[in-house]
Every structure is written in structure tokens, then in C-alpha cells.
């Protein structure tokens, strides 16, 4: 089965960086695009970063130029480089592969449209 195992996740103080790491198991990730979603404290799921298949990259308005998305298809894991980080960035953070047609370049606000990890913790500091 699907299997999405986030890590990396941890405590920074503010205007620190963090890389977090999904490895991912159960399906052809080459083939896949990914995304990340993260809750903040109180907070919905906001999307994040999503990556196509081909490599093409998309970021959230307040993320864009901070955080960047990447993939090594030879260890089948996605990456967040999350750069300048501030307590706002608090949240627990998802690794998420689409289910058929759920975009990439967004979250569908349907959590059942998507193949979920279990998350990894990312505390900001002030």
C-alpha cells in the first residue's frame, strides 16, 4: 500500500532552516506528482509546495522564495527546504500524494483526494 513517511521535522528558532524528507513506498513515485500541506496550531490544512512528476514546481504566495520543493526519484522521497523560518511557520507538515486528478498545484480542501503521511512537527521559536 501507499506509504508516505515524513522526517526532519523539529524545533528552530526563528530565521533558522529546516529540511524535511518524505520517503515514499506502495507506488510508482517517479510517475507521481507531491505535495506538502501543513496545520498550524488552531489552523486548517493549508497547502504548501506541490511538485510535478516532470520536475515543475509550484509554491504557496507567502511561501514562494523561502521554502522549495524538491524530488530524487532514485530514493523515492521529496524534500522541503524551508528557509527564514518564522513562528508562523509552526504547523505539523504533510507529505501527501494526489489520488488520480486531485491538483497538485493546490490542495482540494478533500483530504480523501490525496494519499496522507503521518506528518512531522515543525516549532518556530520566536
Known amino acids: 500500500e501507499v506509504q508516505l513517511v515524513e522526517s526532519g521535522g523539529g524545533l528552530v528558532h526563528s530565521g533558522g532552516s529546516l529540511r524535511l524528507s518524505c520517503a515514499a513506498s506502495?507506488?510508482?513515485?517517479?510517475?507521481?506528482?507531491m505535495l506538502w500541506v501543513r496545520q498550524a496550531p488552531g489552523k486548517g490544512l493549508e497547502w504548501v509546495a506541490g511538485?510535478?512528476?516532470?520536475?515543475?514546481?509550484e509554491y504557496g504566495d507567502s511561501l514562494k522564495g523561502r521554502f522549495t520543493i524538491s524530488r530524487d526519484n532514485a530514493k523515492n522521497t521529496v524534500y522541503l527546504q524551508m528557509n527564514s523560518l518564522g513562528p508562523d511557520d509552526t504547523a505539523f507538515y504533510y507529505c501527501?500524494?494526489?489520488?488520480?486528478?486531485?491538483?497538485?498545484?493546490?490542495?482540494?480542501?478533500?483530504?480523501?483526494?490525496?494519499?496522507w503521511g503521518k506528518g512531522t512537527r515543525v516549532t518556530v521559536a520566536a
Open positions: 511538485i510535478a512528476s516532470d520536475g515543475r514546481t
Open positions: 501527501a500524494r494526489p489520488d488520480f486528478t486531485a491538483p497538485w498545484r493546490s490542495y482540494s480542501g478533500l483530504p480523501g483526494d490525496y494519499f
Open positions: 506502495g507506488f510508482t513515485f517517479s510517475s507521481s506528482a
